[in-house]
Every structure is written in structure tokens, then in C-alpha cells.
């Protein structure tokens, strides 16, 4: 039984094979390939795009998705080995899990971090809870990676470019009033790099450096795909002749869980926002982000709304490449 709990667990085959999927699909969104299927969709954290993408894919390929938020319209859980419930929680994962594996032929799960101990929720413990617990595939609908999000940004990229290998790639850190979770970002340079990208890491300073496992798995990535990964602290070289610009606003790992004396670096990083100005010095670039975005905090109105921006192109692709990945989970083929 296979997963789809981080892009660090498929081959670049397996990944490209998805993507012809989701292509095909694109073309000929309604079929019947799921018929009498169906998904568990628990959702501990708020959501538009994945929420509606993936119910609402589920029901295009003839099957069922069951909507969950645990703590409000389904018992809170316990993910925790040997966990004492004697607080709020009802349910452990070992019950629920088995229970929803029995209902349903997938499960899917968001939940992001705890923002308290990143020696813990570096583990991604919750999904992977999950999973062990899980006798159906489970599918990681963001937790401390975003692994569908950037099956999005690469179906995306490969409409507009074609191949994307040896393409300079600038994933660069933007200024927002608060440190948001590091999944997007971990995903963004595991999915560049897995397919042969040049991948520039752009942040203010070493601070801002994601996770060694995912800078040590990305490197690894570059290295098998012939792409490569370098750290920048310079904007102006590192938008220099790019590509594409990916953007998205990340806490520094240091000062996980204070985010008070994180605002003493933040506060000084405004000019990393993403404009016309800087998107001059690229290559005729491309530009995106998952969403959603604080325009004229984390890109302008100009950026957001440029031919160039493929924001919202990504954002259907989600769709597409979801179904792709139901299907492939469940042995389903068009």
C-alpha cells in the first residue's frame, strides 16, 4: 500500500507519470474511474482550495467524499502513542483511523504544526500517525509539506515552459506580520529540484534556512536530476536571469514558537516583497504562489495581476493533479 504523505517518498518517474495523468484529465475532466469509491477528508485546519479540489474532484470521478473536522462536527483526536485522554480529546487516531479505513478507500488529512516545538513537529508526526494507523492510502493535505500544492506548481510550470530542467527556479521568502508554517516552501524546493531545476533558495539571512532533512533531500534531488541548489541572501543576483519566481513567507526555524522575538528579524525584511521592479531583473519570468496572498504585503497588485502571474493557473491545477493522484492511490486508470 502506498502513501502520498511527502514528494521525498516518489521517483521523478512516478511524479512526471501523475502529471501526463492530470494533463489528460485537464482535457477531459468527467469520468467514471472512481465509481462506488470514496475519501475521508479531515481537515484540522481551515481551507478553500483543497477543500473544494479535492471533494469536489472526488465526485467528478464518479465517487464520494466525506467532509471531517475533527473537534467540530467529529470527535477531537489523539495522536499521541500511549497518550493518557484525560482532557478534551475523545478519540485516539489508532480508532479513528481504523474506523474511516473501514468507511472509505482513501483518507486524506490537514493539519499543520503546533508552532511550539519544531524538534517535535519536524517528525510530522500526526500524518504519519495516521498512516501507521490507516489501512487505506493517506494522502498529507498539508501538514509541515505540502506535497499537492506542488504537484500544482509543477503541472503548471510544465504547461508553460515544457521541460523545466536547468530552468532557474528563485524560491524567495516574503515579509508577512507573521511566521506561517514552512510547508510550501519545504515542498516548492523538493518539487524544483526533483525535477532538474536550478533552484535559488532566497531568504534574508541564515535564519530564514528551511529544515536541514528537506535542504539535504533537495541537494540529493539536484544531484540525481542534474538540476542544482543554492542559498542566496542578495536579491538583486538572485531574481538576476530567473525564470520563474516562487514566493512564499515562512517563520525562522530559531525562534519557533516566539514569535515575539521573531518579529525583532521580520520587522526589518518589508523590501523582500515581490514587484515590477524586481521582477525586471529575471528572464522574461514566470511568477506564483499557493495562495491566498496579502497583496502589497507579500506581491503587489502589479505582479498579481501581470499576463506573467500563474497564481490561478496553479490554483486549478490543483484539481486536476489531485484526481491524478486518487486515481494512481486506488489502481484507477482513465
Known sequence: MKHFLSTIDWSQQDLASLLRVAGELKQHPINASLK???????????????????????????????????????????FETGAIMDGDVEEHIAEAAGVLSRYCDLIGIRAFPGFVDWSKDREDYVIRSLAKHASVPVINMETIVHPCQELAMMMTLQERMGSVAKRKMVLTWTWHPRPLNTAVAN?????????????????????????????EAAKANATASGGSLQV?????????????????????????????????LRKNYRHFIVNKEKMALTNNGLFSHCLP?????????????????????????????QKALMMNLLGAEL
Not at 187 to 204: E, I, Q
Not at 305 to 313: G, K, P, Q, S, V
Request: net charge negative; aromatic share 10%; hydrophobic share 40%.
Open 36 to 78: 462506488g469509491r470514496s475519501i475521508a477528508l479531515l481537515f484540522l485546519n481551515p481551507s478553500m482550495r483543497t477543500r473544494t479540489s479535492f471533494d469536489l474532484g472526488m465526485q467528478q470521478l464518479g465517487g464520494i467524499s466525506i467532509v471531517l473536522q475533527p473537534g467540530k462536527d467529529a470527535w477531537g483526536l489523539e
Open 187 to 215: 515542498s516548492a524546493l523538493l518539487m524544483g529540484t526533483k525535477f532538474g531545476m536550478d533552484v535559488t533558495l532566497l531568504c534574508p539571512e541564515p535564519d530564514y534556512l528551511l529544515d536541514a532533512q528537506f535542504m
Open 232 to 264: 542566496s541572501h542578495d536579491i538583486e543576483s538572485a531574481y538576476d536571469g530567473a525564470d520563474f519566481i516562487y514566493a512564499k513567507s515562512w517563520g525562522a526555524l530559531p525562534f519557533y514558537g516566539r514569535p515575539e522575538e521573531e518579529w525583532e
Open 293 to 321: 496572498l496579502r497583496r502589497n504585503i507579500k506581491a503587489t497588485d502589479d505582479v498579481m495581476d501581470a499576463r506573467y502571474c500563474l497564481a490561478l493557473d496553479e490554483a486549478e491545477n490543483r484539481l486536476h493533479a
